[in-house]
């Protein structure tokens, strides 16, 4: 049973158009997570997030960042779009240890 | 190279039958995690351990820190256990949750 839900479950937009996706989680947990995956279904951590504590992978683009409101969301915002952006986006939740994640978002970039 | 060494890339398993998972880390690693990837895309956390041994129902995973491996045992497999199985670690060095993940294995169990 999914407690972290994710929107859209898809989305195609094209090349330097911005993107937000959303990520809810109702497990109570601290720590908040995106991860990409790509074509090949690698995945690769992109942020995580603890109490205002943002950790970011050094290989990010910075057209990626991400906003939380409260330690229940967190969303991303691309802000403009390119090609090598399409892949699945997937949210996880953790208390301390195991990850839960979401379903996923799926980018394609036109 | 990859920190984190998974095998084999792809698997086949007749139902009833079992085989074994692995993954290799070239850095010391002080937990790993198991998922299954299904058809619809979610993720399935399976397993987390720190040290030792772990069994729920048909699957079984156990990490050896100081030998750098993970496995995870499938037995008596199921049509729906088909999909991709995925090692992740964390290291030492890293926040909590920020995971590694191996390549994966895709599964394929048939009738």
């Known amino acids: 049973e999914t407690a972290v839900f994710q929107t859209p479950n898809y989305h195609v937009t094209q090349v330097g158009n911005e993107v937000s996706f959303n990520c809810k989680q109702t497990l109570g947990h601290d720590t908040m997570y995106w991860y990409k995956q790509d074509s090949k279904k690698l995945l690769k951590i992109m942020f995580s997030y603890n109490n205002k504590q943002l950790i970011v992978n050094e290989t990010v683009p910075r057209r990626f960042s991400p906003q939380s409101s409260d330690k229940a969301h967190l969303n991303l915002r691309i802000k403009s779009v390119e090609p090598e952006d399409s892949a699945v986006y997937l949210c996880?939740?953790?208390?301390?240890?195991?990850?839960?994640f979401g379903h996923g978002t799926k980018l394609s970039v036109l | 190279g990859d920190q984190v060494e998974q095998s084999p890339s792809a698997l086949s398993l007749h139902e009833g039958t079992g085989s074994a998972l692995r993954c290799n880390f070239t850095t010391t690693m002080r937990a790993v995690q198991w998922f299954q990837q299904n058809s619809r895309g979610s993720l399935i956390n399976l397993f987390y351990?720190?040290?030792g041994t772990k069994e729920n129902g048909r699957l079984k995973s156990t990490f050896n820190s100081k030998e750098s491996y993970s496995t995870l045992h499938i037995r008596d497999a199921q049509l729906e256990d088909s999909g991709t199985y995925f090692c992740a670690a964390e290291a030492g060095t890293q926040v909590v949750g920020q995971l590694t993940f191996g390549r994966g294995t895709r599964l394929q169990v048939y009738a």
């Open positions: 996880a939740s953790s208390p301390r240890e195991r990850l839960f």
């Open positions: 351990l720190a040290s």
